[in-house]
Nanobody, 122 residues
Framework: QVQLVESGGGLVQPGGSLRLSCAAS????????MGWYRQAPGKQRELVAT???????NYADSVKGRFTISRDSAKNTVYLQMNSLKPEDTAVYYC????????????????WGQGTQVTVSP
């Protein structure tokens, strides 16, 4: 009943910036931790950043100082501001929510979006 939809991916030059958005749709009451993961060709999916319902962020070492995760709980949306992008950031980026409660108090665990492509290339 709940869906996550990512947007904002695209092609950008090294050193450029991109802002990803992920909106959860449905009759949502609450969402706990949300996060961004990415998967490059031939590699496993890896954590990029997470943010708790209280706004505490956690980042992979590879993106610290360059990426910023934020959320707007009223809109059930999480964002990823990506600056100083590098070719190694190229991947499909996926949005995740670990626990979602809808207004009928039904609980969904480990929800994923469909992914959005980010390509960093000259």
């Amino acid at each position: 009943q709940v869906q996550l939809v990512e947007s904002g991916g695209g092609l950008v030059q090294p050193g450029g910036s991109l802002r990803l958005s992920c909106a959860a749709s449905g009759s949502i009451l609450s969402i706990n931790t949300m996060g961004w993961y990415r998967q490059a060709p031939g590699k496993q999916r890896e954590l990029v950043a997470t943010i708790t319902s209280g706004g505490r962020g956690n980042y992979a070492d590879s993106v610290k100082g360059r990426f910023t995760i934020s959320r707007d709980s009223a809109k059930n949306t999480v964002y990823l501001q990506m600056n100083s992008l590098k070719p190694e950031d190229t991947a499909v980026y996926y949005c995740n929510a670990d626990r979602i409660v809808d207004r009928r108090h039904r609980i969904s665990y480990d929800c994923w979006g469909q992914g959005t492509q980010v390509t960093v290339s000259p």
